[in-house]
C-alpha cells in the first residue's frame, strides 16, 4: 500500500509567512528573477523532494497581496488521480513553503536537500536492522545497503519488484547489497502465510529463496487464501525442492518467528506503508519510477564511508 502524499496543505498560516516576511521584504527590493526560471525551479525542487508526485504543472503563478511571496496553483497526480493544491515561493527565489511547517530553501541543491531529509537519524536506524540471516542479493560487504521491507500480496510492491529489483544489481553490480524483510499488512488475507512460505524456502533452500520470491510476485493476482497451501506446493514441485519438508514446514509455521521479528522491527522503525526502502538509513517510501530511485544510491554512495 503506498502512504498517502500530505505534502502540501490547503491556506499558509499567518506564523510561517511571519517567520519570513521582514527579511524578504529587504530582499524584494533587490533583482528579482525571472518569473519564468521561478516557476521551473519551483517544479524542479517539489519533483526532486517529492518524486512520488506525478506529472506536476503550474496551473496559475500570482502575486499575493500584501506579502512578499507569489501564489502557485498546481496540479499534479497522486495514487492516481488528478489533484491540486497551492504553495507560496518568495519573490526573490530563495523560499518555498508546501505548508506552514514546511519552508524549504531554494538556494540549496535539491537533492542535497533531500537526502538531509530522508537520511536524518539513519545511523541509529541502521543499527537496528538485522541484516544477518535474511535474504540479500549482490556484494555482502557493500559499502550501500539497500533493505525493503514489503508484502506479497501488496501491488505496489510487485510493482517495485518489477520496476526496482531486477535493474539494482545490473546496474550498480558489487556496489549494492539488497536485503528483503517481510512485513505483511493485515489487510492482506494470505502475505501473512505467503512470507511463512517464503522463509522455509530460504530456510531449506536458501539458493532457491529469489526463484520462489518471484513466483510469488508473479501469481500475485491469481493467488487466494483458498489456494495458497496448492500454488505454493505446485511453485517449490517446479523449482525441484523438498516438497515433504517444506511443506511440513509451512503447515508448522515454522518461520513464522522470524516474519514476526521483521515486523515487529519495521514497526519499530516506523514503517508502516509498503514497499519501504531503508538506503544506508535513509528512509524511502513507494514503488517509484526506477531513473527517481537510482537518485537515491546515487546520494548513498557519495555519502558512503
Known amino acids: 500500500m503506498s502512504r498517502r502524499h500530505r505534502w502540501?496543505?490547503?491556506a499558509v498560516g499567518m506564523v510561517a509567512f511571519g517567520l519570513l516576511t521582514a527579511s524578504l521584504l529587504i530582499a524584494q527590493q533587490k533583482s528579482t528573477p525571472n518569473t519564468d526560471a521561478l516557476q521551473g525551479k519551483v517544479l524542479n525542487y517539489i519533483r526532486t523532494m517529492f518524486p512520488m508526485v506525478q506529472d506536476l504543472q503550474v496551473k496559475s503563478f500570482t502575486e499575493e497581496k500584501g506579502a512578499p511571496f507569489y501564489r502557485v496553483a498546481l496540479t499534479y497526480t497522486a495514487q492516481n488521480r488528478p489533484q491540486e493544491t497551492t504553495v507560496f515561493v518568495s519573490r526573490d527565489g530563495s523560499f518555498l513553503i508546501l505548508c506552514q511547517d514546511c519552508i524549504y530553501d531554494l538556494r540549496m541543491d535539491p537533492q542535497k536537500a533531500l537526502w538531509s531529509k530522508v537520511a536524518e537519524?539513519?545511523?541509529?536506524?541502521m543499527s537496528k536492522i538485522k541484516i544477518d540471516g535474511r535474504p540479500?542479493?549482490?556484494?555482502?560487504n557493500a559499502k550501500v545497503i539497500i533493505v525493503e521491507y514489503s508484502d506479497y500480496q501488496c501491488p505496489f510492491c510487485r510493482r517495485a519488484f518489477e520496476q526496482i529489483e531486477p535493474q539494482l544489481l545490473q546496474q550498480y553490480g558489487d556496489k549494492v547489497k539488497f536485503v528483503y524483510k517481510q512485513f505483511p499488512l493485515p489487510i492482506h488475507n494470505w502475505a501473512f502465510k505467503a512470507s511463512i512460505a517464503a522463509l522455509c524456502v530460504y530456510k531449506y533452500h536458501p539458493k532457491a529463496y529469489w526463484d520462489l520470491h518471484s513466483r510469488l510476485f508473479q501469481g500475485q493476482n491469481e493467488i487466494r487464501v483458498e489456494n495458497l497451501r496448492d500454488r505454493f506446493q505446485a511453485m517449490i514441485r517446479e523449482l525441484n525442492l523438498d516438497t515433504n519438508k517444506l511443506m511440513a514446514c509451512f503447515d508448522k509455521e515454522e518461520t513464522r518467528p522470524e516474519v514476526e521479528a521483521d515486523m515487529n522491527e519495521a514497526t519499530?522503525?516506523?514503517?508502516?506503508?509498503?514497499p519501504t526502502f531503508i538506503i544506508n538509513g535513509a528512509v524511502v517510501t513507494g514503488a517509484i519510477p526506477f531513473d527517481?530511485?537510482?537518485m537515491y544510491i546515487h546520494m548513498a554512495l557519495a555519502n558512503a564511508k
Do not use: D, H
Not at 121 to 125: F, H, V, W
Open 136 to 140: 540479500f542479493k549482490g556484494n555482502p
Open 292 to 294: 527517481q530511485f537510482k
Open 8 to 10: 502540501i496543505g490547503g
Open 121 to 125: 537519524g539513519a545511523e541509529e536506524r
Open 268 to 274: 519499530a522503525l516506523g514503517v508502516n506503508s509498503t
